[in-house]
């Protein structure tokens, strides 16, 4: 039997995975990975591929709204009867929350699973589905080790000033602060680049964009700042998310259309961000390929953004030696990485276009004070990483 690791990032009507090989150290690529959909609905379907990126699995999974017990039952089926020679040790699950209490992954046991039902308040709409899926495979798999990766650990290394609100204290001694989410996509990058440039200790800048967006920045591959705070709608403008907003425009939303706490979440969440503003998709590829006006403010309001973060990031860093670039669209949207550099040239950042079209890792112009990269970010081997280090694998 091959000894592995399975990594699981459970949503709500979503669970992605992928099962890695046990060695040291463990392979950037999974040997198979993929996405169950649909859960809770009348459609759940399961698909997968292999490491050659081959699919290997495209099922549905029998039974109306199927829930997270029976969609991870459905998935160790799968294994047993596609991968047969394999066996799960370890399970790394990423989990939104971590609250004040963790900084550093951890092995579950029943004190941290009701350490991490007491932070759902703290993350409503993700921190439910990261526990509803550790205690599926709590009952599927008892005797195999379970450990929690925070997405809100690699920030705790921010000073104190850069996690506060300016709120009354009361509120902060109950955990209200500035939480920053994605670490361990940061926390992957801050592994990975020194392989790339030797300004990897230095002021660096991460852009973290995808259908969730984001920005932290790092020196000596720490974080300082990051633009998502208490939940996960701060900051950058997303695929159907908000971004920073002014808390009196919400104020004034509720009151003068008579918006319910449910109603405000749904338009903040749902229905804003990239879709809100061009009416036409949440996804960048098929802005940018749209010759609407109402697609092409949504990417200029998009990289604008983005642009106004990063100069308030060089500050919290004092300075700029690097900038990287990760994320669907962060790896894979040349323009939105030519328009934000253009605008944040002031800052010494100059842009190889042929290198940028290539979406090679570095492309930085040889005028360039500041190293601009694009690295693809692996939180499914940081989660496999995790798991093999905290249980000695």
Known sequence: ?????????????????????????????????????????????????????????????????????????????????????????????????????????IVIDNTVLGHLESFIPLAPLHQPHNVAGIEALRTLLPEVPQVACFDTAFHRSQPDIAQQFALPRSFTAEGIKRYGFHGLSYEYIARALPQHSHRADGRVVVCHLGNGASMAAMVRRKCVATTLGFSTIDGLMMGTRCGN????????????????????????????????????????????????????????????????????????????????????????AAEVRRRVCLQAEWLGIRVNPEANARHDVFISAGNSSVDVLVIPTNEEWMMAHHAQTLLAL
């Open 245 to 332: 907003i002014d808390p009196g425009l919400i104020l004034h939303l509720m009151e003068s259309k008579q918006l319910s706490v449910k109603d405000m979440t749904r338009i903040l969440y749902k229905e804003s961000g990239l879709l809100g503003v061009s009416g036409i998709s949440q996804d960048m590829r098929t802005l940018l390929a749209s010759d609407k006006p109402e697609a092409h403010e949504a990417v200029e309001l998009f990289c604008y953004r983005i642009a106004r973060e990063l100069g308030s990031l060089a500050a919290a860093a004092g300075g700029l030696d690097a900038v990287v670039f990760t994320g669907g669209i962060g790896e894979h």
């Open 1 to 105: 039997m091959k000894p592995s690791i399975l990594t699981i990032n459970a949503g709500s009507s979503s669970i992605k995975f992928a099962l890695f090989p046990l060695a040291t150290p463990i392979s950037p690529e999974a040997e198979v990975s993929g996405q169950i959909d649909g859960l809770g609905t009348s459609t759940t379907r399961l698909v997968a591929k292999n490491r050659a990126g081959e699919r290997v699995a495209d099922q549905i999974i029998e039974g109306d709204k199927v829930n997270h017990r029976a969609a991870f039952d459905a998935l160790l089926q799968w294994f047993i009867g596609s991968y047969s020679g394999w066996k799960i040790i370890a399970v790394g699950h990423r989990v939104v929350h971590g609250g004040e209490r963790y900084a550093q992954p």
